[in-house]
Structure formats: C-alpha cells, structure tokens
C-alpha cells in the first residue's frame, strides 16, 4: 500500500471513529410527560417548569382544556434535552376516545421518558378515576418493566389534610398503589397553592419553594426507555368497568384495612386489660412486702450511716497524719536549712581568715624589701 494511500485510510478511520464517539456519547432527549385526568393541575406545573405559559391551564366549563397532546419547544437541563408534553385526561367520557389516542401519541415519541401521573384527593384518599386512567395507561405500554420508573405527584392537598397524609403516608400510597400493574416509590404531596386556583395561566415566581419543590422531586425520578413501538392504544372502552371495578377492590381494601385496625384495637385493649390486672397484681404484691422493704431500707440507711461515719474517721485520721507528717518535715527543712547556713558562715570565716593571713605576710614582706632598700 502507498504512503498516500496509508494517509487516506487513516484519515477515513480518525472521521469514522469521532463519529462513532459522539453519537455514542450523545444522550437521547428526555421526554417529561404528564399524565392524568382534567383538572388535576398537569398543565399549571408544567408552566411552573417552564415559567412561562408553555400549556393552557385554568378553568374551562364542562370538560378540560387539555384536548390534545401539546409538546413545548425543547431546552437543554443538566447538558440534556428536554421536552415538557402535555397530555389529555380519560376522565371525561366525551372526550375520552381522543384523548387516549392524544396520550398513545404523546408516549410514541420515542427516546427517554420520564413520566409523571398527576392526580388529586378527596378526603386523603387518591380519587379512584385517577387511579382507573394511572392504570390503563400502564398497562398499554407493553414490554418496558415500569417499577419504580414513574412518578405520581398528589397535586392541590388542602392544608387541614396534608398533616394527616404525611402521618398515614404508608397507608395513603397502599391505597393508592393497590389494583395497579407496577408500583412506584415515587411519590409526591404538593400543597394546594391559592395563587394557582381558578387563574388562567398562573405563573409563580422564580425560585418559588412549590417550583423547586417540584424540580428536586422530578430529578430524582429515572428515565426509562419507551420504543415508539411499546406504547399501544389505550383500552378506553374499559375505562368504566375498570373504575367500577377498583372503587370496589378499594371499598374491599378499606374494609378490610378497617377488620385489621379494629382487630388491632381489640387486642391492644386485651392486652391493655391484662397489663393493668398485672400492675394491680404487682401492686398488691408491693403492699404486702411493703414493711419487709421498709425493714430492709432501713438497715441499707443505717448501714450507710456507719459506713459513712467510719469514712469520716478514717478522713479524719488522715488528715491528722498528714498534718503531723508536714509539720515534722517542716522542722527537717528548718534544721537542714540552720546546718546549711552554719555552713557557710563557717567556710565563709575560714576564707576571710585565710585572706586576712594573706594580707598580712604580704605587707610584711613589702615591709621587709622596703628596710632593706634603705
């Protein structure tokens, strides 16, 4: 092969290979899509995402405003691109054969989904039409396990109930989950918000706690992989049996939750019962050794008197000992320091006499030397 045609080859792999990586590394859009009945709020916080009128939401007489899968322009979040749908809901049966047509559309866009049901309570409990239409539209998605891989916001939770479902939450979400062909552990309670209700349109301010609220929640719920392909036609034309069907399963479930607590209360009341025989037992049992007890404490307190006493003494004597011990190591210290002293003076005396002896033989000898000059 020639040098040219080396070149060439390298060249035509180097494109082909770059483009390889960038179509690898190249993640696949995200599709936000939410999901549920009219009048539940799915275009209202889609606006909050978008913070802007992106989907018609407000109030419309007789059925929602929603007809049509509506798709907002697309914008990049976290490097990836995102595309917020809007959907119809099934609620409305005039409607109803469109609108399951509108979300087969908007969930054969291919790519990425993250979705998102949006539903509403009545008394703390998820109304049982947004359960019906949560469950037809799973299980129209074929092929794609969808545990755990979709979300349900309980949107417009009044302020007395909130409280109430945060405490029962476990409960509120069996509920909720019971009759359905996947569950979720993503699972969000958003307040009633008065700035939302009955306005055309709404938009909260940037940053708003309800918006941001919403954004954490929703980062946290997977994507998962629809293929075009495994969203079929929604069984609309099961929509009522369905719901008749699972207000029953619910009114069961009820029931029986409500056999369990009753049954629960019974036997703490039993149980309550035989405590309190017991305590009344064990009380009588604590009168008739009352004097035995008493008896017993007043040796325990006489003999920590004495004990305490003895340790007194023995406190006592030790200090005594101390005292006499510093006292006599004192007097040391004194005769040690007398002797020193003696000491010196004494040496200090010899050095004085010695010196003074000195002295004196020396000027006897310059008397000497100065006798002889002469």
Known sequence: ?????????????????????????EKPPINLIFLGNPGVGKSSLLNQLSNKASFSAGVNIGHGLTTETAIAPSFTYHGREVRLIDTPGLADIAMREQASAQITR???????????????????????QDRTTIRLILESIQGVDLRNNYAIIVNKVGTNTMPKMEA???????????????????VLLLPKDPR????????????????????????????????AQAAKPIAHEKYDDIHESMKKESLQVLELMKGMMDSMS???????????????QMMADQ?????????????????????????????????????DMR???SAREAEMNRENMQLMTDRMNERAEARLAE????????LEKTTSGK
Do not use: W
């Open 1 to 25: 092969m020639s040098t040219f045609a080396r070149l060439c080859f390298l060249a035509c792999s180097t494109i082909a290979l770059c483009n390889y990586v960038a179509v690898v590394s």
């Open 106 to 128: 908007g969930l054969q866009q291919g790519d990425d989904y993250k979705m998102v049901f949006v539903v509403n309570e009545k008394a703390g409990r998820a109304e049982d």
């Open 168 to 186: 029962e939450f476990e409960k509120f979400t069996s509920l909720l989950m019971d009759g359905l062909p996947f569950s979720t552990g993503q």
């Open 196 to 227: 939302l209700e009955d306005e055309q349109n709404a938009i909260l301010p940037p940053n708003d706690p309800l918006t941001d609220k919403l954004v954490k929640f929703l980062d946290l719920v997977p994507p998962v992989n629809i293929p």
């Open 266 to 280: 019974s036997n703490l009341a039993k149980s309550e019962d035989k405590h309190a025989a017991l305590m009344e």
């Open 287 to 323: 009168r008739e050794n009352a004097n035995e007890r008493t008896a017993m404490l007043m040796k325990l307190m006489e003999s920590q008197r004495e004990n305490s006493e003895y340790m007194e003494r023995m406190r006592s004597e030790q200090a005594s000992r101390e005292a």
């Open 327 to 329: 006292e006599k190591q």
């Open 359 to 366: 002295a004196k033989a020396e000027y006897a000898r310059n």
